[in-house]
């Protein structure tokens, strides 16, 4: 009985504290606000500390709604879609379910991704925002210098001690002086591999895990096998061209199609079967040394009509495209024809486009690349020494055969190295050592994202000339003694007139010396003429 009428007493207790509860709030509903917070402040300092408490947790979910857990995923994906990477991935600290949520979302990774500059494809699944992070610390580095890290390769076993030209592929490092050819390893950076060729080598490209074409200053172009065993490597020829009556300059290979192309100084570039040996074509629409040879992927672009294979030749003053119709063909009825693997050469001469270079005949900038269907190349005039640059980067559209965007550079380029989706690799002429002269640019923006100092062939050593008492460049000695060894040329002074150039003009304000070339001296004996 005394339980029962406990429990009518609670209840009676719970409705009066209800009806208590509801006169209240009715009464605080109209409230103005201002009077509102002061009621809610006084009511919880009024409150004990296990009230506060709970208090504090039922606040805390009623005020606190997360939006991005109350959103639909779709509506994530697109707000998300308009914040910076670096925004996103602080955004992923904000809590475990923010971190989840913001992680899954694939394509605004990828995108972004995209946007740094990473155009890696794959069919197999990848996290995106592993990769995002790997990009944005790539570009640090690339603004404190440390993404460039200089690693020393010895050469003391090449002839010259002096590397005049350097290749690589799938892991090996292939660099050539005079007529010798050092192998090492990309990732030890140790020697794997010396060898010796009959010529003296020009110029090489490296097409193959064991394959190495080479040019030769005698106008031959070799090509080489090469095995690498326990870190021995053995070189053996495989094939020999003879045709070009200078200095080899530039030589490239497509397997793919079986050609090998090579410009020479006597302003030709020939097109050889890499398998055959035999010459296809020789095109003779140059009017200065062929400088840099390349075979760019198929140029459907250039004729929409039918599959075409091209070729990229440069000299000082122009670039040249070449097309000629491909290995596959359509009749008629779509049906694929079969044709040589390389194609109807008979087709290629004359050129299909021709892009000057160099207006005013005053600089011309090494460099031109492929990129998704765009000729890459650099275009500046000469200026002061106190002068800015004028460097532009034209991005040449092979489906239209116009120029398309221009970046303005504003810098002494002296080199283009490399071209990617994002960014731009340029050497500058020689700077202070405190200065980058490797630098990394956007190019969109032209910004310059970085680079570190790296010597090279244009850094001038200056002297004080002793009649004009003013600094004066030293490489035109080492120009000249380049040249004398690679047309095989001999200094015949007399003994009381030595050779000025000996110490890169380091002796004289003048270079003056008498050459006698070697080649034709050996068809001379006794006064007689011999023919080989």
Known sequence: MERLTESVDIEDDCAKFNKWLCSTLEKFTLLPPEQ?????IGMV????????????????????????????????????SYVDCRSLLRATQVSQDWN?????????????????????????PIDWKARCV????????????????????KSTCVTLGQITGIDHFQGLLFGIADDQVGVWSTDSFQLVGLFSVPYRISCLNAYGSHSLALGHSTGN????????NQGDCEAQMY????????VVMCVSVSPEIGLLVSGATDFTARVWCLRGGGLLQTLLSHNLWVLQVFFPPSLSTVNVSCDRHSLVTVTRDHIRVYSWLAAWRRDSECCLLACQDHGSLETIDPCTMEIPLNYDHSVFTPGCHLFCGKLVYVRQSKVREDEPGNAQLVFHDLTTGNPGRTLFLGL???KLLAVGAKFGLILLHHRHPCGPNLLVVDLYSGESLGGCYLPHSSERSRRKDRKNHY????????????????????????????????????????IDITLCNLEAVELISGGKCNNR
Do not use: M
């Open 412 to 414: 002494k380029v002296r």
């Open 100 to 124: 989840r949520i913001i992680s899954s979302l694939s394509a605004v990774w990828r995108s972004k991704c995209q946007r740094l500059g990473d155009t890696h494809t794959a069919e197999r």
């Open 36 to 40: 509102q917070s002061t009621t809610l």
């Open 239 to 246: 094939r020999e061209f003879r045709g070009h009556t200078g």
């Open 471 to 510: 600094p004066r460049p030293d490489i035109r000695g080492a120009a000249l003694e380049e040249l004398i060894g690679s047309l095989r040329l001999k200094v015949i002074n007399q003994p009381d007139n030595p050779p000025t150039y000996a110490g890169r003009a380091g002796e004289s304000t003048n």
């Open 45 to 80: 300092c009024a409150a004990s500390p296990e009230s506060r408490y709970h208090l504090l947790l039922q606040v805390s979910s009623t005020l606190h709604k997360d939006i991005l857990t109350l959103l639909p995923l779709e509506l994530v994906e697109k707000v998300c």
């Open 221 to 228: 172009v070799t090509t080489w096998n090469i095995k690498s």
């Open 134 to 153: 790997l990009a944005l610390t790539l570009l640090e580095s690339f603004r404190t210098g440390s993404a460039f890290v200089h690693q020393d390769v």
